[in-house]
């Protein structure tokens, strides 16, 4: 099992920054992807960005505005985010997928971007 613990969400001034943070029980070096994921009211889960292989991999939505970065030494991955806007108001996700296909999730942390 691994546990994994999203945190820094709060409230975000509109066109200002989050940084969230998740940290895992277990390494995520050896994991097979590492990635965020948001959910807003009424919509379905929206994929992020994640770290594989190569490096990371950001959704064209949020490309430009969005980094994936990880503390391999901390077993904690992070969400950097810049002009936020209302649309960005979501209770975020933090994924860890092994090589065999299994996911483990946090419970979330919710950023809303005030005016």
């Known amino acids: 099992q691994v546990q994994v613990v999203e945190s820094g969400g709060g409230l975000v001034q509109f066109g200002g920054s989050l940084r969230l943070s998740c940290t895992a029980s277990?390494?995520?070096?050896?994991?097979?992807?590492k990635g965020w994921y948001r959910q807003a009211p009424g919509k379905e889960r929206e994929f992020l960005g994640e770290?594989?292989?190569?490096?990371?991999i950001i959704n064209d939505p949020v490309k430009g505005r969005v980094t994936v970065s990880a503390d391999y030494s901390q077993n904690t991955l992070y969400l950097q985010m810049t002009n936020v806007t209302f649309e960005d108001t979501a209770v975020y996700y933090c994924?860890?997928?092994?090589?065999?296909?299994?996911?483990?999730w946090g419970q979330g942390t919710q950023v809303t971007v005030s005016s």
């Open positions: 994924n860890l997928e092994t090589f065999g296909g299994r996911d483990y």
């Open positions: 277990k390494s995520i070096s050896s994991m097979y992807a």
């Open positions: 770290i594989r292989g190569r490096g990371p």
